[in-house]
């Protein structure tokens, strides 16, 4: 009996601790717990510091970010005062044990092979409802040292279509570079740096895309050194 109260004891600190630890309302208590934890994994174990990205307080906005491991989703949502649906790639949305997780975080799954546009039209539906779109335009996990690679111009069509605030986010300090499973138990010192927001209109697609690229590909240190 007292080992049963022990473990419900446990249980209930646990779930008032994830709870008391959110930084945003995802519309669920579980979700939210969810995001809890998230937030105290990030802070503690990866030292993030309690800076917020600057979001608009209502209405859309899309955060595009550089990607060097499977930490990084846990990091934006750690530093997002609101609820960010991240455009992921179907065949880890379809990932039996994760899919439910996905499907209440409000992801949106990519086919990259077949149709992507579908992925687009509902990333595209979601900011006109005035949601928040995060996503990795390099596709994949690019670390600086890998070879140049073009981002999916996806992300500056979203821009354009939604006339939304286009966000550059930049991610440094994770340990677990280039790692997917093992990034989040790395200890590391992770910094967010976010610049100003990108207006993407036809005149100024690609030099908007050009912008965007290079804000996300220069370490923030880099940055500091330049001004």
């Given at each position: 009996m007292l080992i049963f109260l022990f473990i419900l004891?446990?249980?209930a600190l646990l779930w008032w601790w994830g709870l008391r630890h959110a930084g945003a309302d995802w519309g669920g208590p579980r979700v939210n717990w969810?995001?809890?934890?998230?937030?105290?994994l990030c802070r503690v174990v990866h030292r993030q510091g309690a800076n917020q990205?600057?979001?608009p307080k209502h209405g859309p906005a899309i955060v595009a970010a550089n990607h060097v491991s499977g930490l990084d989703p846990l990091l934006l949502i750690t530093a997002s005062p609101r609820p960010l649906r991240f455009l992921i790639a179907e065949e880890e949305y379809r990932k039996p044990m994760l899919n439910w997780l996905y499907?209440?975080?409000g992801c949106i799954p990519v086919d990259r092979q077949g149709r992507p546009?579908?992925?687009?039209?509902?990333?595209?539906?979601?900011l006109q409802q005035g949601d928040v779109i995060a996503l990795f335009p390099h596709g994949k996990i690019h670390l600086d040292t890998d070879p140049p690679r073009k981002l999916k111009a996806g992300v500056a069509r979203l821009a354009m279509w939604s006339g939304a605030p286009l966000l550059p986010v930049r991610i440094d300090g994770v340990a677990g570079q280039g790692k997917v499973l093992l990034a989040p138990l790395i200890p590391g010192r992770v910094q967010i740096s976010q610049y100003p927001a990108l207006m993407i209109d036809g005149a100024n697609f690609e030099a908007g895309m050009l912008r965007?690229?290079?804000l996300i590909e220069t370490s923030a240190q880099q940055t500091s050194s330049a001004d």
């Open positions: 004891l446990l249980l969810i995001d809890g934890w998230v937030r105290l990205l600057d979001l499907r209440l975080s546009e579908k992925a687009l039209r509902e990333a595209l539906r979601a965007l690229q290079a």
